[in-house]
Every structure is written in structure tokens, then in C-alpha cells.
């Protein structure tokens, strides 16, 4: 356990958090369970993300959003995931949170138009980033226009209810379609990669093989729902050592032979080369 005082482990830890734009792991937290909110921000999460929709029971909501503030309000920093448009609950949330400090954005659930994202990010004063999730059959349709609708800031994919909607399976072949939509969207709308949905259970190597499902279609992120599963996130959506050793000789033979396209295949392999290089000083894996 760290011996440093609380203040200074909170800084530590913000010093070295991975940006929204680039988080892999996105932990949600039950918004009423206060208790974990610290735990959560000094854990291995990219980012977390406090919980106001699906966790919440709605006789509660106005209690845990109270929760959400007032932690946010004291020093707490987080995402908070908002319930949808077509809600009763959404206007209390954004009316709420709007100007909050320590928000970093919101995500928004349920999101089927471009509507849902503009008109969340301009009642949360046009300036906080939305992240919309998307989690049925008409959103991943749409997923192109919400993608380029203002204040989107990267895209998640809400796979259980996309699933619960659509009668699909959760197994590779039938989670192709949406990750690929959302992939497609995200570099239309030049957003970065999307947000995978959560694996449910306890078990890595599941996890793992999933995350790794994810990452074969381009996504760049994914949720998780305890504080276990990000440090198995991050290492699965990172580039592997001997992929950045392959980056870096690349990098450096294309350099020596004067920076020349020699073939068709030079240039697909130099982005991969420079995507990797980059995301690995993102994450700070060693370079050799």
C-alpha cells in the first residue's frame, strides 16, 4: 500500500491518467455506492465513469446524482453516465451537472440520433464532451450521423442491450456487425476508436479474448465493471513489446533507406508502425 498522504496519491495518479481520447479501460461505478467512488479514481481504470442510469433504481436517481455532486464538487473527478433523452430523468441531469466541477463529460445512455447528442452537449453549456452509447439496432444504424452530431466525443458500444434488442448472441460473428458500424462511424465522423461493451464475470482469460475481439476490429477501448478488470483491459488493448519492436525497426530501416515508398504494402505498414509508436508513448511501454 502506497505511504503517501491521500491528496498527494490522488495527484500521482491524475499525473499519469491516459486521456479520454485514448482510454482503454472505462470503469463504471454504481453511482450510489459513494464508498467506491475513491477506490475507483486512484485504481488501474483509464477512466471511470459513475453510473446514474441502468445501476440506478429510478426512485433513487435524485439521491445518487445528489451523491455524484457532491463528490464531483469536493475534489472527485469522473465521467457520469446520464440517462436518455427519453427520460424524465435526463433534464434533472444535465440541468444538474451542467457547470459541475470535476466532470470530465457525460456518457449518454441509449443514444439513437444525432439529436440526443446536441441537444445534451448545448444544455451542458456547449463546452463538456459527450459520449454517446449506443445500444440498440436503430443507434447502430444511425451511428454515422451520431458520430458527426456536435459535442460527440467518442463513440461506446451498450452491447447487452444491443443484444437484448436485436435477439444476437454474444459471440464474435454476432457483435461483428455493430463493432465494425461503430469503427466505420467513428473514423467517418473522425472520432477516435470506439468504446467495446463490458465482459460480465470474473473470468481474465474471457476478458482477454474478448478485448482481443475488439481490438481485431479496431476498437481502441472498452468498459469494465470492477476494479479487477482494468489492469487486463489496458494490457489487451496496448500494443505487445514485440509489436513495438516491430514498429521501431520498421521505422528506423524506412528512415535509413531516405523515407521511400519502395512498394504498395509501405504504406499501410508505416501507419501501423506510427499508430503503434504513438500508442505506445501514450501508455508509456518501453521503447528499445
Known amino acids: 500500500m502506497s505511504s503517501l498522504p491521500p491528496t498527494e496519491r490522488l495527484a500521482a495518479r491524475e499525473a499519469t491518467r491516459v486521456d479520454g481520447q485514448n482510454a482503454r479501460s472505462w470503469q463504471l461505478v454504481n453511482a450510489r455506492s459513494v464508498e467506491l467512488f475513491d477506490a475507483a479514481q486512484l485504481g488501474r481504470a483509464d477512466q471511470i465513469i459513475l ?22 464538487s ?29 466532470l470530465r463529460g457525460v456518457m449518454l445512455a ?3 440520433s444525432p439529436d440526443h447528442v446536441t441537444d445534451t452537449w448545448q444544455r451542458l453549456g456547449g463546452a463538456t464532451p459527450v459520449l454517446p452509447l449506443v445500444e440498440s439496432a436503430l443507434g447502430i444504424e444511425n451511428a454515422v450521423s451520431i458520430a458527426s452530431a456536435r459535442g460527440a466525443f467518442r463513440l461506446a458500444f ?7 434488442d436485436t435477439g444476437a448472441e454474444n459471440n464474435p460473428l454476432a457483435m461483428a456487425y455493430p463493432r465494425t458500424r461503430l469503427v466505420l462511424a467513428s473514423r467517418i465522423g473522425s472520432l477516435p ?68 515508398i519502395r512498394d504498395g504494402s509501405d504504406k499501410p505498414r508505416l501507419a501501423r508502425a506510427e499508430t503503434i509508436r504513438t500508442r505506445a508513448a501514450i501508455f508509456r511501454i518501453p521503447v528499445d
Open 51 to 72: 453510473d446514474l442510469e441502468d445501476a440506478v433504481d429510478p426512485l433513487l436517481k435524485a439521491e445518487a446524482r445528489a451523491g455524484v455532486i457532491e463528490w464531483l
Open 74 to 102: 469536493a475534489g472527485g473527478s469522473a465521467w457520469v453516465r446520464i440517462n436518455d433523452c427519453t427520460t424524465p430523468f435526463w433534464s434533472d441531469d444535465v440541468a444538474e451537472l451542467a457547470g459541475v466541477p470535476g
Open 110 to 112: 441509449k443514444v439513437e
Open 158 to 164: 451498450g452491447s447487452g442491450d444491443y443484444r437484448r
Open 193 to 260: 476508436g470506439p468504446i467495446d461493451g463490458p465482459t460480465v464475470g470474473s473470468s481474465h482469460a474471457i476478458l482477454r479474448e474478448q478485448a482481443a475481439d475488439a481490438v481485431g476490429m479496431g476498437m481502441t477501448g472498452k468498459l469494465c465493471l470492477d476494479l479487477e478488470q482494468p489492469a487486463v483491459i489496458n494490457e489487451a488493448m496496448s500494443p505487445t513489446p514485440s509489436d513495438v519492436a516491430w514498429a521501431m525497426d520498421f521505422l528506423r530501416d524506412f528512415a535509413e533507406a531516405g523515407g521511400v
